[in-house]
């Protein structure tokens, strides 16, 4: 049963020192979330004065 046990690791290894697929989606998502407070946190561009249109006579 040793032997199958080898046989079977070295086939494919073990994985359960590898990353859980959850919490690399959670790291994942706390970076998406920081990232979203930095765009927050900036200040916006500074929009040039709108010129008002100008009035036309009602001339007919």
Known sequence: MDSLH???RSIRPET??????????REFLAQLDALQRAA???RPREQSPR?????RSKAG
Do not use: E, I, N
């Not at 359960?16 to 989606?25: Q, T, Y």
């Not at 010129?51 to 009035?55: D, L």
């Open 16 to 25: 359960k020192s590898g990353p859980d697929h959850l919490d690399v989606f």
């Open 6 to 8: 080898q046989m079977l």
């Open 51 to 55: 010129r008002k249109p100008v009035k």
């Open 40 to 42: 927050t946190t900036r």
